[in-house]
């Protein structure tokens, strides 16, 4: 049997640990600022975006001790670490975004029944500082993002918090135009709208990789077909693809190699290792070799027609 295996570097963690104390701070300052303000000025739209801003530093918390959690080494009970950490932060991440977009439309509507005044020029204040440390937030972890599941469900809540911050400034700039404070909760609700709709894909895809799913972008049908095109290799069977951590991507099958010399399969694994990391950025496998043929009854195993031919 044999065993591919790929380690994060330390730099990178640190770097992404920084941004995060520094982004949660951030958030914290606003998530207080934004209360206070949206209490004294009477905003709903405050005083959500408020609470969205406090799951977004719950969230960034949460995903701050993840990436601390994957640091960790293995250990006899935790035989992969704690990588799992980042996929279970984006799935709780997700969660709470979800459970805070229906505190904010019932609470819109009960405005939208009985509207109250608002301090308009409070709003714009407040909403455009929140617009740039969120904006800021969310242009410094987006590298990062594209990868991890953990750091896109931080990623995805500063867009939210960025686009829902313009929202209040527009809802600010309409009650000034035509003085219905009725924006207000109007705005508020097409902002728990939109946290619903972005927060649904990290949720599915936390979910997925939770439940040992496929993780996003890797095709187990296509990885069969590519190992099929290495010389050698005339079957495959029993073919899991599943996560490890947010972006670890993990491989195991057994290959069928016919009646070879077991000494001829080493250059074979690290064939096999480097093109599943090239192209599909599986960087932990564990393969066995059967030497044998697939059996015709077998339903698991994908028989190649091509034979080893150098």
């Known amino acids: 049997m044999a065993h591919g ?11 992404v640990s920084r941004k995060l104390t520094i982004a949660t701070a951030a958030n914290v300052l ?3 600022a934004e209360i206070a303000i949206g209490l004294y000025a009477g ?4 005083i959500g975006d408020a609470l969205h801003n406090l799951t977004d530093a719950a969230a960034l918390i949460i995903a701050l001790v993840a990436v601390r959690l994957e640091q960790r080494k293995p250990t006899s009970s935790k035989t992969f670490g704690y990588q799992r950490a980042g996929i279970l932060a984006a799935f709780v991440n997700a969660g709470l975004l979800v459970a805070f ?6 609470e819109s509507w009960e405005r939208l029944q009985s509207p109250r005044t608002v301090d308009t020029v409070l709003m714009l204040v407040m909403a455009a500082i929140a617009l740039i440390v969120n904006a800021a937030t969310a242009i410094s972890i987006h590298h990062e993002s594209r990868e991890d599941v953990n750091l896109r469900g931080a990623f995805i809540h ?10 209040i400034i527009v809802a600010a700039i309409l009650i000034r135009l035509t003085g219905s404070p009725r924006w207000d909760a109007g705005i508020s609700i097409l902002i728990g709208v939109m946290i619903l709709a972005s927060s649904y894909g990290v ?9 040992d799913g496929t993780p996003s972008g890797i095709d187990p049908n296509a990885v069969t077909e590519a190992l099929g095109r290495i010389d050698g290799i005339q079957g495959v069977h029993h073919l899991h693809i599943w996560a ?3 972006s670890s991507p993990a491989l195991s099958c057994h290959l069928m190699v016919g009646d070879v010399p077991v000494k001829t399969t080493a250059g074979l694994v690290e064939e096999i290792n480097t093109m599943l990391a090239r192209e599909y950025r599986i960087v932990h496998t564990t393969i066995q070799f059967e030497y044998t043929e697939c059996a015709a009854d077998d339903p698991y195993c994908v028989p190649f027609k091509r034979t080893s031919q150098k």
């Open 5 to 15: 295996h790929a380690h994060h570097h330390h730099h990178h963690h640190d770097s």
């Open 30 to 32: 606003v998530v207080v």
């Open 244 to 246: 490890l951590g947010p």
């Open 203 to 211: 949720l599915r895809e936390s979910l997925n990789l939770l439940l």
């Open 101 to 106: 977009t229906f505190f904010i439309f019932r």
């Open 158 to 167: 500063m867009v939210g918090d960025a686009v829902s911050s313009a929202g």
């Open 43 to 46: 905003s709903l739209a405050l």
